[in-house]
């Protein structure tokens, strides 16, 4: 595998005019000490399996497309939470039965556009989209006060991957005000040389709009020459029909191993820290 050294770095992050949600509160007031990324402690291993899986990439690397929550940005369950405070506003779920089954749903569809999930669980255009603006404050409000902080090795990684020509978009399923908030929060609006929100690309995961998104805005030249990483099954469905040349799962979020597997990554590594080593790249990455 190969990266083009002479690529510059992108012109920073795509704006937008998408603005449905109002996220309440100011996340950035409550992240966490960066030093926190000192507590890391991995001791699991990515088979030699993961690393064959690396080498079948059938063009340069030009583009790594990353997932926000649970894959660059650690979760500690804030997404469930805040679901339940939006469901129990909303009225979604009246018995403990359904209110099971709802979060059961929101679970396995971990990753995929926060509005699309609420217009599943409601069959109600007004109710969804009263829930979602409930969850997004909600998840604003958990954040603001318990801190937000990146997987460690994440932005190590991000600014290893630029320096060496290689374009770095990150994704996500949250509406552009919250992914702006979490942006905003750790300190990373110039940090990829794109960021998209599911109606800035058309559709959410499991659709593969959002990475395809991301290689036509920062000019990539082949669905092959891309990588796709996430902690769902909804996020490596996406890099699947986008055809990406490698999708990669990581266990930091959501979904475990086998879930994984059973999606179709090509390989699962432990963090966003081991894709360096993955890739084949310098190893300084997030070490």
């Not at 804030?78 to 059961?104: H, S, Y």
């Not at 060496?164 to 940090?191: E, H």
């Amino acid at each position: 595998m190969s990266t083009d050294a002479t690529t510059s770095a992108g012109d920073g992050i795509i704006t937008s005019e998408f603005d449905d949600i109002a996220v309440a509160g100011t996340i950035g007031a409550a992240v966490d000490d960066p030093t926190a990324d000192d507590d890391w402690e991995d001791d699991e291993e990515f088979s030699d399996d993961d690393l064959d899986d690396a080498d079948d990439l059938d063009a340069d690397l030009e583009l790594v497309v990353l997932d926000m929550a649970g894959t660059t940005v650690v979760d500690d369950g804030l997404v469930e939470r805040a679901f339940e405070r939006a469901a129990d506003a909303a009225g979604i779920g009246k018995t403990p039965e359904e209110r099971e089954r709802a979060l059961e749903y929101v679970r396995d569809t971990m990753g995929q556009s926060k509005i699309a999930v609420f217009r599943a669980l409601t069959d109600d255009e007004d109710q969804a989209q009263h829930a979602n603006a409930l969850f997004e404050s909600a998840y604003g409000e958990l954040a603001a006060s318990e801190g937000l902080r990146a997987v460690p090795g994440a932005e190590d990684l991000i600014r290893h991957l630029r320096q060496l020509g290689v374009k770095v978009a990150l994704t996500t399923g949250f509406s552009r005000p919250t992914q702006d908030a979490v942006l905003d929060a750790l300190g990373w609006r110039d940090i990829a040389d794109l960021t998209l929100s599911p109606a800035e690309a058309g559709r959410g995961r499991p659709y593969p709009d959002l990475p395809l998104t991301a290689l036509l805005r920062t000019g990539g030249t082949s669905v092959e020459g891309m990588v796709v990483v996430g902690d769902t099954a909804s996020d490596i469905a996406s890099g699947i029909a986008a055809g990406a040349g490698l999708v990669v799962g990581v266990l930091t979020g959501a979904h475990d191993e086998e879930t994984l597997t059973d999606a179709g990554a090509d390989a699962v590594i432990p963090s966003i820290a081991d894709l360096a080593e993955l890739l084949g790249l310098d190893d300084t990455a997030g070490r």
